[in-house]
């Protein structure tokens, strides 16, 4: 690379929680800038998961950090080009992408779910991926299976 590579930016915890973790989520989830309802919306999706899930007897984070790990891929395919044919390469996620990937996951099958508001619909996704299942589960499934039945390319890394 001719030019310095950029330095990584700290980012701030949350007011509520106290946590860049959420931050972080909150800065994927937010449209147009909006970031106080973006926190909004989140804050009332913890809400709603603390109502819904009193009985699990752990706090509305624990149970949204437990769901972002249930969802987070551990290996991807990629497409690589050896002598005229392309294959789909499986390859390891870098522990920074596998949050992103998780995260993002998380908010575009929420925004995809049917529901009322976003703060429902988020906490929706929310207890499903905890439970191990819903739209964001599927597809790390999915990822993972792609990346088993293309295990004979694995030699093609780069």
Do not use: C, W
């Amino acid at each position: 690379m001719r030019k310095t590579k950029p330095k990584k930016r700290i980012i701030l915890p949350d007011p509520r929680y106290n946590d860049p973790y959420v931050t972080r989520f909150v800065n994927n989830m937010m449209l147009s800038g909006k970031k106080s309802k973006a926190y909004d919306i989140f804050y009332e999706a913890m809400d709603i998961v603390e109502r819904r899930t009193k009985d699990e007897g752990k706090p509305a984070l624990e149970i949204f950090k437990a769901a972002l790990d249930n969802i987070t891929p551990h290996v991807e395919v990629k497409s690589r080009r050896v002598g005229g044919a392309t294959f789909q390469v499986p390859m390891e996620v870098r522990p920074d992408r596998k949050v992103s990937i998780s995260m993002k996951n998380m908010i575009l099958f929420s925004r995809k779910r049917a529901g009322k508001s976003m703060s429902e619909k988020l906490a929706a996704e929310t207890i499903a991926a905890y439970n191990n299942e819903g739209g964001a589960y599927k597809k790390k499934e999915d990822t993972h299976r792609m990346a088993e039945a293309n295990k004979a390319f694995a030699h093609f890394r780069f």
